[in-house]
T-cell receptor, first 114, second 116 residues
Framework: GAGVSQSPSNKVTEKGKDVELRCDPI?????LYWYRQSLGQGLEFLIY????????KSGLPSDRFSAERTGGSVSTLTIQRTQQEDSAVYLC????????????FGPGTRLTVL | AQTVTQSQPEMSVQEAETVTLSCTYD???????LFWYKQPPSRQMILVIR??????QNATENRFSVNFQKAAKSFSLKISDSQLGDTAMYFC?????????????FGQGTILTVHP
């Protein structure tokens, strides 16, 4: 596709369940970023991938959060034992390379934890 | 670490008028980029304009222009001839290189409403 895609668009889950959020970056983009957008915290960085490696995981809020990227393409963000404070919109972005590059964003996944 | 302040939580403007959104930031980097992104109700973040910090000339993109004051660490966005489609939340976002790996730091955003 021409842009970054994310699935699902919306996810409703019960507290304590695990969820997986998927991101398909633009083909050929080596850098991939995950951000979280919530009412209380605004837009915050979660994790960054260069190829399949994640040099910067500094934004992950707890050890319940993990992410991987395979084949230098698709990335999955996994939240284990979800809590109500995990409710937010999770945005994925990709860019051709890292520094000094425009990031192209996907439409996001709205996660609601009941 | 970078911090960003957008001091206007909400702004409104009449169609065809001009509006300016303000942004100040703090960074220890000497070389960096600055971006304005818009997020309409559809949730899709869209790049509006970008500025390289080493360039003195202010960036322009059609009806959008910036006033970049590097010493003051100020980066405001001017929208001329506002259109209904400009209604969105606008985010200012500096981007550093090096060990920051190009991650964006976002301000709290300004909700812009364009009235007919």
């Amino acid at each position: 596709g021409a842009g970054v895609s994310q699935s699902p668009s919306n996810k409703v889950t019960e507290k304590g369940k695990d969820v997986e959020l998927r991101c398909d970056p633009i083909s050929g983009h080596t850098a991939l970023y995950w951000y979280r957008q919530s009412l209380g915290q605004g837009l915050e960085f979660l994790i960054y991938f260069q190829g399949n490696s994640a040099p910067d995981k500094s934004g992950l809020p707890s050890d319940r959060f993990s992410a991987e990227r395979t084949g230098g393409s698709v990335s999955t963000l996994t939240i284990q034992r979800t809590q109500q404070e995990d409710s937010a919109v999770y945005l994925c972005a990709s860019s051709r390379r890292t520094s000094y590059n425009e990031q192209f964003f996907g439409p996001g996944t709205r996660l609601t934890v009941l | 670490a970078q911090t960003v302040t957008q001091s206007q939580p909400e702004m409104s403007v009449q169609e065809a008028e001009t509006v300016t959104l303000s942004c100040t930031y703090d960074t220890s980097e000497n070389n960096y980029y600055l971006f304005w992104y818009k997020q309409p109700p559809s949730r899709q973040m869209i790049l509006v304009i970008r500025q390289e910090a080493y360039k003195q000339q202010n960036a322009t993109e059609n009806r959008f222009s910036v006033n970049f004051q590097k010493a003051a660490k100020s980066f405001s966005l001017k929208i001329s001839d506002s259109q209904l489609g400009d209604t969105a939340m606008y985010f200012c976002a500096p981007q550093a290189g090096g060990t920051s790996y190009g991650k964006l730091t976002f301000g709290q955003g300004t909700i812009l409403t364009v009235h007919p």
